[in-house]
């Protein structure tokens, strides 16, 4: 077949116009591979567009890549979409990583810096979520010496602290719930109750408004002794001990 003409047609693609009527789109590197350009003839039909689809996928997992860095493990469940064999996937792995755009070290670091500044999650939290995308735990140790004493009460008190600001619970309540909360979020136990322990709660105002919303809600179907049993039940379970 010969080729008749090239019509750019986006970045790095033409559109590839044939003597029998047809058109290809075609990848600028096919064309140079097979020296198009100079032959002005495709011998091989088959192989250069099998070649020039291999170059389509690997073109769509660089615009993959370029949105933010990716994994290994999410570059492979991207191809899966795409229902790429195994062989072809390890082919596209080995050429990112020859050209150094599948980087183990730059994703976590990466991966770290962005949960540091974008996100209260803890140390152990963002190990877990490393280890489950595939990465080595000594690599991931060696990334997480940016979590200081300094930093993690820093985040810690942070967390707390907005909480409080919208706090309508108990001393007790607010702690236990801040506390299952901050665990969740990947933080030690012993750091948590550190900084839990220097929090202190006006319990009377909250209490009074509790008790009222109470009164107002079971009084429609309860009076007397019956009702102040209730109110004092409810208000026992969220954490009002006196």
Do not use: W
Not at 126 to 139: A, H, M, P, R, V
């Amino acid at each position: 077949m010969k080729i008749i003409k090239y019509v750019k047609s986006g970045k790095n693609k033409y559109k590839v116009y044939l003597d029998n009527g047809k058109n290809l789109l075609l990848y600028e590197d096919v064309i140079l591979k097979f020296d198009l350009l100079l032959t002005h003839e495709i011998k091989d039909l088959s192989t250069i567009i099998d070649y020039n689809n291999k170059y389509m996928l690997y073109d769509k997992v660089l615009a993959f890549i370029n949105k933010k860095l990716r994994c290994e493990k999410e570059i492979i469940k991207y191809l899966e979409k795409y229902q790429v064999n195994e062989e072809l996937i390890k082919e596209i792995l080995g050429k990112l990583k020859d050209d150094n755009l599948l980087n183990d070290n730059l994703y976590i670091k990466s991966y770290i810096h962005d949960k540091v500044y974008l996100s209260l999650d803890g140390p152990y939290k963002i190990k877990n979520d490393l280890i489950k995308l595939g990465f080595k735990i000594e690599d991931i140790t060696n990334e997480l010496d940016i979590f200081t004493k300094e930093l993690i009460k820093e985040r810690i008190n942070k967390y707390i602290n907005k909480q409080l600001k919208s706090n309508k619970k108990s001393l007790y309540v607010f702690k236990n719930k801040v506390l299952v909360n901050l665990i969740n979020l990947g933080y030690k136990k012993e750091d948590i109750l550190k900084s839990l322990d220097n929090i202190e709660i006006n319990e009377d105002n909250l209490k009074e408004k509790e008790e009222e919303k109470l009164r107002a809600k079971y009084s429609r179907k309860y009076n007397g002794y019956e009702l102040e049993m209730i109110i004092k039940k409810k208000l026992y379970e969220k954490g009002y001990r006196n």
